[in-house]
Structure formats: C-alpha cells, structure tokens
C-alpha cells in the first residue's frame, strides 16, 4: 500500500520558500476540485496554519492552469466531505494571509477558491468566470455570495447569470483580482504574500460590505436582471436561481447568504435540466472522439484555405476561416457574383463590429485574409478546398473533377452539400480518401454545428483534420454516415411531415410554432421555413413531382418568406416578427377541405408528440443504421444545429428522461391514427422491452 501510494504524486503538495508556504495542485488536465485535491487543499492549509515556521500561504497549481472547476463526474453522487465550502471555511479561518496565484483560467470553484483567498494575483492571460449556469446549476462554494461583495452586485449579476469568463484586466478594474502580473507569477506571489505577512494584512471577502452596501435598497437592479434574462434563458432554471443567489448576498448575513446558495444549487444539482445540461457536456466531448481516430492520426497543417462558391454558405464558411485567422481564396464563377459575396461578408462583419461582437480594426485584417478569384487555378495552395455550389450532383461532381486537377496532393476537398451522395462526388476525384463532407449549418458564420460527413472511402487523417479544423473555427463537430438529409436534416424531414399533416388536421402554423417555442426552441418550422425560403423547397417539389397543397399554394403567390413579406406568416417592412395571417388560414381551410379532413380542435401536447416523437424515431433508425456513432451525437446535432433547448438535453435524452418505455406506447399509441412515422423503431422496441433507454448503449468501439 505505502510504496504504490509512494510512486503516485500527490495531487497536493507543499514546499517552502523561507517562510511562505507554497501550496501547489497538481490534478492535470485542469486542476478540478475532486475529492482527493479537495482533501489535499484542506489538509495543507492546516498544516501551514498549524507551522509556526510559516508567515503566509501560496496557492498555486502545476499545469496549463489554476484549478478550472469542479469534478463533474462527481456530481452524480452524494457530496463527500469535505466539500468545497468546507476547504474555503479553512482558509476563512487562517490566521495568516492566504494569496491565490493565478494562470490559464479560475472557473467555477477554481474561481470561488481563489474568491475565498486573502489577494488575488494573476498573470495577463488569465481568465476568471463562474459557469455554473452552462451546467444548469449555480455556484454551490460561496462563488455567489463573494463575488458581488468584491465586484459588486451588476457585474457579479452578469458574470453568473450568463457563465462567461473575464479576462485578467477585466477583472483587475472590477476588483476580482488585486494585482496583475506581467513577470514570474509564484515569485510575484511569494513577495505580496511576505509583504502582507508583515503588514498583517488579511481582508476576508465575507467580511465586506460596501459593494454590496451599494445595492441594498435598489430592488430595480434585480428585477432589470430578471428582464433582461427572461428573454434568454427561455425556460431554463439555473439563471432565475442565480438571482436569487446573488440577492441573498445582498439582503442576508453572509453565512445564511452561504446556506442558501448551497439549498438552490443542491436542488439544482438534482434537476432533470442539469442532468441535460450536463449530458450535453459530456456528448459534446464525446462527440470528438471517432473510432479509427487516435491520437497517433496525422492532423495535416492547415495553413491556407480555398472555398469554391461565394453564396450564402460559401460566404459564411469563408468567415469562419478568416476570423481564425486562415486565409482563404474565395472562387466564383462571374465578377458580379464575387462582388456580392463580398460585399455580404464585410457587411456581416461591420454588422459584428458595429455591436460589439469584434474590434472595428478587424473588420479589414479579416477581409484582407479573403482573396477573391475567378479561377479555379488558384485554388493549388490551398491545404483544405471547401465546395460550396449550388445543390446539384452533376455540377458538383464537375466542380470536384476540377478541383481535383488542381489541388495538391495532401489536401482536404470538402463538399457543403446538405442532401446529396458524398461518395458519388467523391468518385468524381482521383482520390476519394481525400474528400469530405463538411456541412455547415446557415449562418454558417454563427451556427456552432459541423456536421462532418464520413464518405466510405475517407481516410482517417482526412477526418482528424477536420475534426481539429472545427475546434480550431470554434465548431461542434459530429462525425455521420453518408445518408438523405444526414442526421440533422433527416430528422427535420420527420418532423416538417407531421408539422404540415397537424396543419391540415385543425391546427394553424402559428400554434404549431408556438408549442416549439415554448418547449424552448427558438423558433417553430413556419417561421424556420419563412426564414430559410419556401421556394428551394416549391422547386424540388416541382422536380420531383411531390406535392404540399398549403406550400405550393403560397408559393405560386409568391409568398416565398421573410424575404418576400410573406410566407406563412406575413412581416411588415423591416422586421422579422412573423404575424399570423387570416388569407394563409383561408387557404389551409380551403385545402383541408379539399382533402375532406374534418378539422379538430389539436391541443399542445399532442403538438409536441407528432413533433418530437418521429424525431426520435428516425433518430434510432439513423443509429440503427450508423449514421450517427452514439444517441449523444445525435442530441449534439439538435442542440447547435437546430437550437433544441439545451435543458431539454436533445431528442435522445428527452426520450430517455421521459422513459423510453412510455415514450414507445405513446409512438405505438399514434402509430394507430398516424400511420408509420409512429411505428417505433426496432432499436426502441428493444430497448424499451429491456427497461433500458438510449443511454445504456455501449460507446462504440
Ligand atoms: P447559393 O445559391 O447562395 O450559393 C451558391 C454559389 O455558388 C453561387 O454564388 C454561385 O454563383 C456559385 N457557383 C455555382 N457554380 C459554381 C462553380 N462552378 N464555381 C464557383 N462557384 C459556383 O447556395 P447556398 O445556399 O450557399 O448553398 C450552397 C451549398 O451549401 C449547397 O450544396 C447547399 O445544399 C449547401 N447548404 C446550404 C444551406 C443553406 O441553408 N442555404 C445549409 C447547409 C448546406
């Protein structure tokens, strides 16, 4: 026992330096506060506190940061002494200054141990937040009663509520860190630490009043923060939670502050929201890993890039490029179609620019990285070429012919497209393993989600590649099979048929939105299907000689959408808030008529059902099938490409945490009335008759 425990490090250890402590973590990757480091911190404290040889404590951590946050795989279980709160009541309770030295980035408890420190210092990189709410709960170690005591309440408000970091000057200037550090961090802290040692100066957080002092009295500050989260947290608890937390701090002595946070994090912790928020979290790392992708796969260097097609996507897919700095040579086929394109992305980015979102001066180091061209020559030093034509298989596989005369060897040649056989343009190629799908979700600027479309011929490296690329862009990446719609569109389809079938039968697009919505979606399928254009889809309907009575009737009226003024909904001049319009209930009475349908009064949770439920289904048909790795991708996909509500956790997990039991009766319960979009899976049949749900599937080899 005593030699195995010899031969492990310690996760905590102290040295000394004359007469400071130095207490260093060492829990790689990120430090996080499990069980064991707690323990550790706890121990060490006391013992320096204990030392008579000692003046003050560092607290340091080894590594590419200070501790970055909790252990969540702990979070499942009950809290084992001691907890957090436990260690910070010790560094309370020193009688000599403790001084937090900070690198790489204080989140969550990390940042609520450093809060519980005498003085905070920091190097210039360093980053602080308290993410807790992106986990759907709030800071359980004093985080929300300490941070407005050093930062006030606004700023403590905003920091907690939206989970965003700060970076070390931000943090300076709002009093969360008393010194930055441009030189040696320990040494820095080693000489403040033996400085207030001699000055004995130790000012404990819970012990101030004056920031919070401000605020007392000014009830307006919480309900603004109230107002102002309403609108973004759209049904999620942990915000409303973070409030109240903070308010607390405000109004209630410092350890009853202390107890309350903990009652509202603990029933947090509990919450099927957080088990969503958290199982999103783990997919979303999960989802990077790809079996015949390891460690030891070439990642080839991407150091320049081309994109061929300046429209909508190619547009968007050339942005994301360049804010990360890759520069990128945008193809087209005519000048005017280039100028457009461009003309777009600097709009777009002065748009970014003009709220906020990037520094002015960007706006030209980006555009400069694009270079426009009309000749697909000119695509020869590109590392990665992206496609992004129309959606047409014999003009892709023209364009990948063309590409492949041209590409180096090496290179990545990437299709955007959304529905059609990655294979088949690959076989328009000398070289299959080179090409890829990588579909981008509109705006492809904004959208978080990268489909990565594994072809039966793409090599492993290819896909390594591009999995690094999407980290690199700030993409989620999900790595599917070559099949119609792929996972995310495949599973829109199922939904879009019942959405048009409950239209028919008596709802109107404006209730079928509005149960989305309020389920938490960002929007419905009709304002989805105004925004994106009725007319893309008029036109396949037209080609393969399909039909839609309602759609094909406001189409040959010309209500194409948003961008007519009118789709299913209609839009006054300038705005995008979707009215709902008495001439498109007409024209779906008329139809329904037509088809001899009896309209019924259709309540919300039936909505929701027709909705959701095909969604799972097919979503256990693409799994059945491997197109998607694991039911986690499959919720990772819904959650950044279609905006699913994140404490809905994904179609998969929303069927799990409902039972997949009962949600296969209810399917086999529609199935009678609805037809097959209803009759459950075979996956779901087994599953279910198992007692098990999506969850209990093994992880692919
Ligand atoms: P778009 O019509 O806006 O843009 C296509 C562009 O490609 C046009 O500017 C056209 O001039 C150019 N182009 C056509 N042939 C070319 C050639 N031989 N060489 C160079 N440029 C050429 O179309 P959009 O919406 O950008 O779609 C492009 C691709 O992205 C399609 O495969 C589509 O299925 C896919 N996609 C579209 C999404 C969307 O929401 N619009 C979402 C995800 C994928």
Redesign the pocket.
Known sequence: MAEAADRTPPLVRTDRDGDIARITVANPPVNALSHAVRSGILAAVQAADADAGVAAIVLRCDGRTFVAGADITEFGRPAQEPILSTVLAAIDASSKPVVAAIHGTALGGGLELALACHWRVAVQSARVGLPEVKLGIIPGGGGTQRLPRAAGVAKALDMITSGEMIGADAALAAGIIDQVVAGDLDRAAVELARAKAAEGAMPRLRDRDERTAEARGQSGLFDAARAAMARRARGRTAPEYAIRAVQAAVELPFDEGIAYERALCDELKASAQSRAQRHIFFAERDAAKVPGVGRDTPVARIGQAAV???????GGIAMCLASAGIPVTL????QP?LDR?LATIRSNYEATARRGGMAAADVETRMGLIRPSLAMADLAGADLVIE????DTA??K??FAEIDRHAKAGAVLAT?????DVNAIAAATGRPESVVGL????PANVMKLLEIVRGARTDAGVLATSLALAKRIGKVPVVVGVCDGFVGNRMLRARGRQAERLVMEGALPQQVDAALYDFGFPMGPYAMGDL?GLDIGWRIRQEKGLKSAVADRLCALGRFGQKTGAGWFRYEAGSRTPIPDPAVEAIILEEAARAGIARREIANAEILDRLLLPMVNEGARILEEGMALRPGDIDIVWVYGYGWPIQEGGPMHWADARGLAAARDRMVELARQHGEDFVPAPLIERLAAEGKGFADLPQPA
Do not use: C, D, P, R
């Not at 193809?331 to 005519?334: G, L, M």
């Not at 955007?416 to 059609?420: D, Q, R, V």
């Open positions: 061929i097609g300046a429209g909508t996507m190619g193809i087209e086929t005519t179609a394109g992004a034509v129309f959606e003009i892709k023209a364009v955007n497209t959304s529905t059609l579909h981008f979700f509109s994106a």
